[in-house]
Structure formats: C-alpha cells, structure tokens
C-alpha cells in the first residue's frame, strides 16, 4: 500500500519536470547579443557631409603641406557642441604661422599656374625654333634661284606668316595669274610645306584703292581670293599637299600691315601670305610674338621682314621712271568689310582712295 503511494508520489513528479527550461537562457542571449549589433550599428553611421568635408581637408591639407590633427582637442570639441569632423581642427601650414584652408588653396593655385607657365614658355621658345628652322629651309630653296629676297617672315600667334608681296614678281596688275618668278618661288617653297605636320592657311590681302570699272574682277574682295586659290591650286595640284590641310581666303583690304597713310601702304599691304599653323594651345601661342621677339636674330628671321621688303622695293622705285612705282601697288579694295572664304560673292559699297593716287593710276592703265 505504501509502495503503491510512493510510485504514485514519484510518477507526479516525473509529469512537472520542465525540459525547455534552456530557452529561456537562450533568449536573453539573443536579445544581449541584438543589443549589441544594434549599438555597433549606431555607432558605425557618419553623417555624410561631415565626412565629405573630412575627406576634402585630408585631400587638400596634404596635397600642399603636412596636416596635424590633435586627437584630444577634437574629443573636448565634440563635448562641448562642435564638429569634430569640421576643417577648423585641421592646422594646416607652418605650425609657427597657421594658414587658413582659402590661403593655403590660393597658394597652391598659384604655385600651378607657375608652373603651367613655365611649361608654356618652354613649349613657346621651342615652336619658335622649330619656325627659325623652317625659314633657313626656305631661304636655302628660294636661294637656289636667287629668289631669297621675294618673301618676308614673321612670327604672331597664328604661327609663321611667310608673305609673298604681291608685285610683279608674283601677279600681273589686277590678276590672279602667278607668273614664272612667282611659280619658282611657290615650287621651292612647296615642298617644305608638304613635309610639315602643320595645317597652311594661305590668305590673299590688297591696298584700299578701288579697281577700275574695266577689271574682270568686282572688287577686290575677289582679287584677293582668286590670288589666294591660285597658290592652293599650285600647292596641290604640282606638290601634293593634302587639300584638308590646306585653306584659302581673301581678306581684301581689311588686314593691313601698314596704316593707308603710310608710304609702305601700297606695296606692303598688296600681299600673299602662306601662314603655317601653330598646333599649340591658345597660352602657348599667345606667348609666340613676344618670345620670337625676344631672342636673337641671325640669319633669313633677320633679312627678311616686311620692312626690309618695302625698303628694297623703295629704292628700286626711285632708281625707275615715275611711272614704274605706280604698277606695283594697283590692287584695290573696299574700305571697311569682313573678310571671305575664296570664291564668295561679295559686292563692294564703299571705296577708299587718294585723288591723286587714283589718276595716276587711271592715266597708266596700270590694274
């Protein structure tokens, strides 16, 4: 009986056993555990415009000079109210005479655009070589046939202008034909051409007195570019330049070298000139004027500027009959207008010119 109570006593217990009491430890391991993911989370967010702004202080503070960052003092700013992450903690500079970011920035710019202009310096001076190069190429051709006389040179910022002044030597009175003088010079210079890399814009210019009604030519917008399409004619047709490298235009009277009052006007500005194109950047070839200018001359770069032309045409103009001067300056051109691509149709409005001068000009038939 007592038996029976006790199996009955221990046959209850068994039934209150709890065997998933293990969970409960588990569960407050999990939710410790997320507790903890959960803060790393937190912690681990930056706002992203105060890291960008880190990150720009790091690129700019060491791409010009050392940046101290003093840890204890960015942790007393962040207690009381600032930005950790802001540029001021950054010292930047001498640390016995602190810049500020905008200073240091300035500085730095500075200190490039020195150096891009030294780079465009040295680029400057050796295109210039380069050009005094191609001029004792050229006169050595023109040389050959005694022509070394009939060109000028100079150096802008468009490159080298080698100017053919348009005299008999070049183009009858009021023509766009070369003559044999003139083919001679163009088939020496042309090979030249054809073996630099440079684009050759050739451009046609006159005088500012008007054609007579009589010329096959409206005005001397015309003229100017028939001349030029003759030379192009000539560079392709017999020395093989490549047509895209090359271009003609006429700029009529508008592009002068000397101003009409001057006495080289008539000659100098009634012109052919081949201009072999800079390729550089516009900095480098604003600097080509003043660079060519500034080193020595010796050689064709010398001898053969416009001026020396005119004087060499003025002498010989005095040493003729009066009636010679007038046949070398019998281009004529509208006063003010746009320069054209050759073969533009352009009518003239007005016309500029001396009484004097123009019958002189009438009375020998001279255009």
């Known amino acids: 009986m007592s038996s029976g109570k006790r199996r009955h006593k221990h046959e209850e217990h068994d039934e209150h056993v709890n065997h998933e009491r293990w969970l409960v430890s588990y569960a407050d391991m999990l939710t410790v555990l997320m507790a903890l993911f959960i803060v790393l989370f937190a912690l681990s967010q930056v706002d992203q415009l105060k890291f960008a702004q880190f990150k720009a202080g790091l690129t700019e503070g ?179 330049l490549a047509e895209r490298r090359l271009s003609s235009t006429g700029f009529g009277q508008t592009r002068p070298l000397y101003p009409d009052g001057d006495p080289a006007a008539l000659a100098g500005n009634r012109r052919v000139d081949l201009v072999v194109a800079s390729p550089s950047s516009d900095a480098v070839r604003a600097l080509l004027p003043e660079v060519a200018a500034s080193l020595p001359t010796d050689g064709p770069a010398e001898l053969h500027t416009p001026a020396d032309a005119e004087a060499k045409q003025a002498a010989e103009a005095e040493a003729t009959t009066g009636d010679a001067a007038p046949d070398l300056v019998l281009d004529l051109a509208p006063e003010f207008a746009e320069p054209v691509v050759a073969g533009a149709t352009h009518t003239s409005t007005t016309a500029h010119s001396t009484p004097d001068t123009h019958s002189t000009e009438t009375a020998t038939g001279g255009h």
């Open 62 to 240: 060491f791409s010009t000079t050392n940046v101290a960052i003093t840890g204890e003092e960015g942790i007393n700013d962040a207690q009381n109210g600032q930005d950790p992450m802001s540029l001021e903690m950054f010292d930047v500079g001498d640390p016995l005479q602190p810049k500020s970011v905008e200073r240091m920035i300035e500085e730095a710019r500075l200190v490039e655009e020195k150096e891009l202009a030294a780079g465009d310096l040295e680029a400057a001076r050796a295109e210039v070589e380069n050009y005094r190069e191609i001029i004792k190429r050229i006169d050595a051709a023109l040389a050959a046939d005694g022509n070394q006389d009939q060109v000028t040179y100079r150096i802008t910022a468009d490159g080298l202008i080698v100017g053919l002044v348009a005299d008999k030597v070049f183009f009858a009175n009021a023509s766009a034909d070369v003559e044999r003088t003139g083919l001679e010079v163009l088939d020496a210079i042309g090979p030249i051409l054809a073996g630099l890399p440079n684009d050759i814009a050739v451009q046609g210019h006159t005088n500012s007195l008007p054609l007579k009604s009589t010329s096959r030519f409206r005005d001397n917008w015309d003229l100017s570019s028939g001349r030029a399409n003759s030379v192009v004619t000539r560079f392709i047709g017999v020395h093989q």
